[in-house]
């Protein structure tokens, strides 16, 4: 499912990008760009983050 929409980001790059050891929004931001444009996905991108992170 696609978490940012104004950058095409989904929650399996999320999933990706942790197991790849990403543990911010910050670096998700400098990484993927998630968040860059409207902002709007950040909550829901902070819950798919610390789900995926808590799931290792
Ligand atoms: Fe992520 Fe707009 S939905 S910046």
Redesign the pocket.
Known sequence: MIV????N?SDREIRQAVDLGITSIVALREELG?????????SYAREVLHEAIGSK
């Open positions: 940012c929409v104004c950058n980001i998630l968040g860059t444009d409207c902002g709007k996905c950040i």
